[in-house]
């Protein structure tokens, strides 16, 4: 499994062969991913055919394309049965991929699907590093109609809380700069405001982009949609991303997914809107995913542009975003969501995830 080893360490996979060798490969794995090794064209056959049943840390259980073809979502499936979710989003001018770092997700935010889902495992360097040289390869290989056929951006906000999985996200987004060749500004780790991560994000040599999921203003409501903000509460959460701002010189992003009649309201915008000046971030407001199967509903459009221009009002930088994929299984967390669905419907006294529908959403880094 060569995305499984770590790229420094790849003669260990080819005992005997000559370095030049070694950084043939080395450059088909990371600088110009193929989705065959077949097409790993400077290599002695033998040595392809050898690779090729094990390129992939994972199967591709299912790739569903929306938005004309420019949205495309994969649900790869590790040896073990774990589930990874991955989504790649193109634009004219670029194309983003939201990329997994859990399968599942432990932090149970009461919207999002993968947290009502419980957590599987943690992704480890290889596997979160794979998800963007396979979307890298499949741009190569079959591009997106009217899009950027670079790969430019990648962000956290897949399944998973990155900021808990720390080290082998470390890792991974060391591969991606140092091995791929992004360029760390691009790419967006986005948590639910695990503190002592961000603060350590912050030590890290690369200026990241961070992005904090924030969804509401005051700790009681926090508290009931994101149950870890008991543990980091808004205050701590401030602080830290102050810190991140001034360790950086890089603004933060604020999430926040709108939820009708729950964090829609003008105190919630006039709170958002204060904390987001303090900081000087840019709010990204993101129309919740709803299901049918969830408390909480999606916002009116009219509702979701009232509320932007609330924040717009209060001087603060906002961008109402699009929902992504919303005619396939939309986003992270849905198509495991609906397999795991299924599953139910099929052993019904095992049936105790309801919440199966609350489908969590790629936000973009697009408007
Ligand atoms: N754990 C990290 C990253 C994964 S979630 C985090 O919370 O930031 C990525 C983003 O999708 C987060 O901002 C999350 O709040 C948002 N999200 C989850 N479920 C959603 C839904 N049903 N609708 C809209 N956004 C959702």
């Not at 969501?337 to 139910?344: G, I």
Request: aromatic share 6%; charged share 20%; net charge neutral.
């Amino acid at each position: 499994m060569p995305y499984l080893t770590p790229p420094e360490d790849l003669a260990s996979l080819l005992p005997g062969e000559p370095p030049f060798r070694i950084r043939q490969l080395r450059a088909w794995l990371y600088r110009t991913p193929v989705l065959h090794a077949a097409d790993m064209t400077n290599l002695p056959k033998e040595l392809r055919a050898g690779i090729e049943p094990r390129l992939w840390p994972f199967a591709v259980e299912e790739e569903q394309t929306a938005d004309r073809g420019q949205t495309v979502k994969w649900l790869f499936r590790a040896g073990d049965g774990a589930s990874i979710e991955t989504v790649l989003m193109g634009y004219p001018s670029r194309t983003t991929l939201c990329i997994s770092s859990q399968a599942g997700c432990a932090l149970a935010c009461t919207f999002c699907a993968t947290g009502q889902f419980g957590f599987e495992r943690h992704l480890g360097a290889g596997e979160i590093t794979a998800q963007v040289a396979y979307a890298k390869a499949w741009l190569d290989a079959l591009g997106l109609p009217g899009c950027s056929n670079r790969l430019s951006n990648a962000v956290f906000m897949g399944m998973g809380e990155p900021l808990a999985n720390y080290e082998p996200v470390r890792e991974a987004i060391r591969r991606l700069i140092e091995e791929m060749g992004m360029s760390a500004r691009s790419i967006t780790v986005s948590t639910v405001g695990v503190v002592p991560g961000m603060l350590r994000l912050a030590e890290e040599p690369w200026p990241l982009t961070l992005a904090l999921s924030l969804h509401a203003a005051d700790d009681d409501l926090r508290s009931r949609l994101v149950p870890l903000n008991r543990r980091y509460p808004i205050d701590d959460l401030v602080a830290a991303a102050a810190a991140y701002r001034r360790k950086k010189g890089r603004r933060v992003s604020l999430e926040w997914a709108l939820i009708k009649d729950i964090n829609d309201t003008p105190e919630q915008a006039r709170g958002l809107a204060a904390i987001a000046q303090e900081l000087r971030a840019h709010v990204n407001v993101i129309p919740l995913n709803a299901s049918p199967l969830s408390q909480f509903r999606a916002p009116s459009q009219d509702a979701a542009h009232a509320f932007a221009a609330r924040i717009r009002a209060a001087g603060a930088n906002v961008t109402l975003r699009r929902n992504r994929g919303g005619d396939i299984d939309a986003a992270c967390g849905q198509l495991r969501a609906r397999r795991h669905t299924a599953h139910q419907e099929l052993a019904p006294d095992t049936a105790q995830c309801s919440a199966a529908g609350n489908l969590p959403n790629v936000p973009g880094n697009e408007p």
